[in-house]
């Protein structure tokens, strides 16, 4: 019973919404009077049954419940029928919360139905004529506009040969417009998973896709325009194609839904970090901009948390930028949204990352030396990485480094079940760090191999950390 599909379900509820759903029962569900009395002692007892510390039998032997006198069968039947009036209860209450929209597209149905064909016509084009005034652009809403014009075209009574009819014609726009918006959304999606898990696409069917989406007549929509820009951008990964779509983004983005907001954003994110690990240091500016944007949006928050990669990147650009009060605020106000669990720990490796840009070493050190993220690989990979380029900063060409350098190494070689990708990158770090140890570093050989190694962090650190090497050799020759 405990994992039931029906208690499943309850379990979902909030409080609020159990008292709700025990009122929809006893109102709009009367005569279910064994149903509401086994769905109100369930209520009182749900944490326990969820906890497993009462069962099935417990329930049948219970007073309010005993007097009924079911067999496992019937409380079966009753928990199955309780499932059923909970998918009623909760899909009105979505009605009830998009009524406007939902609740006319039910009266236009019940006009057709009822052969009210004057109400049935009235109702498309108060609808239509709604939806033209939303200022959001969206593919749902354009979805809406087809259905519609679908409906008035379609009805009995329309007369299809009517030269000044122009539903027909209106539906087959809003079916481009819908069908290249969503094709060129999936194909985005497509291509952005390809190039983070490695995975092959067939380029040349999607081309294909792509040029008939952009022969409809769609170029007016902004919607096309910036999902095919966003397509250009992750097949060509091209700079200018990055500041068109950001540029279009920023223009637009009160006037998309919360959805493509999150989405395109995501694309620009992502690659202004491809960017600054290719060491162009004028992306931080960008992201930071982009950061500030998603967070005015509200953007970053999923499902009442912020991804902790997302939290430790602002924080990251924010002290790259010296914007350290403004990093302060965003650890004192957004900590809110971490993981308990993970939170203490986050918020030592912010402060840490903080002092090693202001630049205080020995302060950032004092954090990580408390920071412990157990079980969790990738961000013990990342405290790691920093810890060792504090050290270098404090110690420079000590056996600390390198002591520590071998012992980061030798536990990701331990850790392995992460991609390859992000190994290597670690790895190569790794490698890249130990060299700037040697007392006869070769710094021009080591910029060039550094400028061509594609898989690596910290890339900017590196080549800064070389370059200083190769000035105090020059220092010291003079």
């Not at 965003?330 to 308990?340: G, V, Y």
Request: net charge positive.
């Amino acid at each position: 019973m405990r994992n039931s599909k029906f208690m499943t379900l309850l379990y979902s509820l909030e409080e609020t919404e159990l008292k709700e759903f025990q009122f929809f029962l006893s109102k709009q569900h009367s005569g279910q009077k064994q149903a509401l009395h086994i769905l109100k002692h369930i209520c009182a007892h749900l944490q326990k049954i969820k906890l497993n510390k009462i069962g099935k039998q417990d329930i049948l032997n219970s007073r309010p419940i005993k007097k009924f006198n079911l067999s496992d069968k019937g409380f079966s039947n009753i928990l199955s029928k309780l499932y059923h009036l909970l998918e009623e209860f909760l899909i009105l209450k979505i009605i009830r919360k998009n009524q406007s929209y939902e609740r006319d597209m039910h009266m236009v149905q019940v006009f057709r139905e009822r052969k009210l064909d004057k109400l049935h016509f009235k109702k498309i084009e108060l609808l239509k004529d709604d939806l033209d005034k939303e200022e959001e652009a969206n593919a749902s809403n354009i979805l809406k506009k087809l259905k519609l014009n679908h409906a008035h075209f379609f009805h009995i009574s329309t007369e299809k040969l009517n030269p000044e009819l122009n539903t027909l014609e209106l539906a087959h726009q809003n079916l481009d417009e819908f069908y290249s918006i969503s094709k060129l959304k999936y194909i985005c999606e497509t291509i952005n998973r390809s190039n983070i898990l490695q995975k092959e696409y067939d380029a040349e069917a999607i081309q294909t896709i792509v040029d008939y989406c952009k022969s409809l007549n769609t170029k007016d929509s902004i919607l096309f325009k910036l999902y095919l820009t966003a397509y250009e951008l992750l097949q060509f990964r091209d700079e200018q194609v990055f500041q068109k779509l950001k540029d279009l983004f920023l223009k637009h983005v009160d006037t998309i839904s919360i959805e493509d907001q999150s989405i395109l954003i995501g694309y620009l994110i992502n690659f202004a970090i491809l960017k600054i690990q290719e060491n162009i240091s004028s992306y931080y500016k960008i992201i930071f901009t982009l950061y500030k944007t998603a967070l005015q949006k509200n953007l970053i928050v999923e499902n009442g948390f912020i991804p902790v990669t997302s939290f430790l990147n602002i924080v990251n650009v924010a002290a790259k930028l010296g914007e350290f009060d403004w990093a302060n605020d965003f650890i004192e106000r957004q900590q809110q949204f971490l993981s308990e669990t993970l939170k203490e720990n986050i918020v030592k490796t912010c402060l840490a990352q903080i002092e090693f840009e202001k630049p205080d070493f020995d302060a950032a050190l004092k954090h990580l030396i408390t920071v412990n993220f157990k079980n969790q690989i990738g961000l013990s990979f990342n405290v790691k990485a920093l810890t060792l380029r504090t050290l270098y900063e404090i110690d420079g060409n000590k056996p600390t480094v390198h002591d520590n350098a071998k012992a980061f190494e030798n536990y990701i070689k331990r850790n392995d079940k992460m991609s390859k990708q992000i190994l290597d990158a670690y790895l190569n770090f790794i490698r890249f760090t130990k060299k700037l140890l040697r007392n006869n570093l070769d710094v021009d050989k080591y910029l060039s191999e550094l400028k061509i190694q594609r898989t690596i962090y910290f890339k900017e650190w590196l080549h800064e950390k070389a370059e200083a090497l190769q000035n105090s050799k020059g220092t010291n020759k003079a």
